[in-house]
């Protein structure tokens, strides 16, 4: 299973940004995904979450901002990012629990895509 992320890059204050989390492998079946960042000497942290049936989470930095949604005929997860500031800079990961057809439910991070908000 990999999870692959794309979407970063650089943006000015105000813009906006959609990231993808695509899963490829022999995937029986996509759980909860999580959308994490990651600024330089800072600690991971959530940013917003959707369960298996669309339920959706975020943290209250993001809150009205961004947009997590799903397709499930992709096994793609996206994080729709409007009126970006400054400090949503950070790497963002996603993270995925998937169950394949020899495998239980188990976590697994993608690689990570930078996201710069700077004019």
């Known amino acids: 299973v990999q999870l692959v992320e794309s979407g970063g890059g650089l943006v000015q204050p105000g813009g906006s940004l959609r990231l993808s989390c695509a899963a490829s492998?022999?995937?029986?079946?996509?759980?909860?995904v999580g959308w994490y960042r990651q600024a330089p000497g800072k600690q991971r942290e959530l940013v917003a979450f959707?369960?298996?049936?669309?339920?959706?989470n975020y943290a209250d930095f993001v809150k009205g901002r961004f947009s997590i949604s799903r397709d499930y005929a992709k096994n793609t997860v996206y994080l729709q990012m409007n009126s970006l500031k400054p400090e949503d800079t950070a790497v963002y990961y996603c993270?995925?629990?998937?169950?394949?057809?020899?495998?239980?439910?188990?976590?697994?991070w993608g690689q990570g895509t930078q996201v710069t908000v700077s004019s």
């Open positions: 492998g022999t995937i029986l079946r996509i759980n909860g």
């Open positions: 993270n995925a629990e998937i169950q394949t057809f020899d495998a239980g439910p188990t976590g697994y």
């Open positions: 959707i369960s298996s049936g669309g339920t959706t």
